[in-house]
């Protein structure tokens, strides 16, 4: 079945530690995103691929890096830099049209500080 | 800073009523909008979308979307205590002069429906 594809569903980090989340998806979709969910809030942007080998930050970029190395693949980094990573991470994608095209998403990554 | 608004809630209505959820977005230029179902502990998934003002139907459903008032609602008819659950209104960036696919996320409605 097509879909997006999430991994971990549950991470732990170590203090000092970066840890890497894993997006895939089979949609051959072109777009890619990463957002970040507190308990209770909205979700908010933290990196977008539109296209293969380019990327563009959102509005929480600082502590988190991306590849997008294949169009079905766009890995999350959480770097020590980031000083309260603990939320609900989702990865999403969609067709290019111009924000036209609704956004599908994975099932997430829950990550924790030990 | 562009934003999509919704009321926090709760809301609560009873089992077989219409629950009505409202949205309003900063951009004027914005042409989508999307609603999102999202359960507790669970990814969001897409209920609807909408492009023209007017109302789009689909089932116990319905969008509703006035650019004018810059102003998005959903109406469920028949409410289900399945449909409790937060539900997330975004809106599609508009476009001027470059391409974007982005969608601003509103923070969500918390809707109960009593049994």
Not at chain 2, 30 to 45: D, N
Request: net charge neutral.
């Amino acid at each position: 079945d097509g879909g997006i594809t999430q991994s971990p569903k549950y991470l732990f980090r170590k203090e000092g530690q970066n840890v890497t989340l894993s997006c895939e998806q089979n949609l051959n979709h072109d777009a890619m995103y990463w957002y970040r969910q507190d308990p209770g809030q909205g979700l908010r942007l933290i990196y977008y691929s539109q296209i293969v080998n380019d990327f563009q930050k959102g509005d929480i970029a600082e502590g988190y890096s991306v590849s997008r190395e294949k169009k079905e693949s766009f890995p999350l980094t959480v770097t020590s830099a980031q000083k309260n990573p603990t939320a609900f991470y989702l990865c999403a994608s969609n067709l290019f049209d111009r924000g036209r095209e609704p956004q599908h998403f994975g099932d997430g990554t829950r990550l924790s500080i030990l | 800073q562009k934003e999509v608004e919704q009321n926090s809630g709760p809301l609560s209505v009873p089992e077989g009523a219409i629950a009505s959820l409202n949205c309003t977005y900063s951009d004027r230029g914005s042409q989508s909008f999307f609603w999102y179902r999202q359960y507790s502990g669970k990814s969001p998934e897409l209920i609807m979308f909408i492009y023209s003002n007017g109302d789009k139907e689909d089932g116990r459903f319905t969008a509703q979307l006035n650019k004018a008032s810059q102003y998005v609602s959903l109406l469920i008819r028949d409410s289900q205590p399945s449909d409790s659950a937060t539900y997330l209104c975004a809106a599609g960036l508009s476009n001027y002069g470059g391409a974007t696919n982005k969608l601003i996320f509103g923070t969500g409605t918390l809707l109960a429906v009593q049994p």
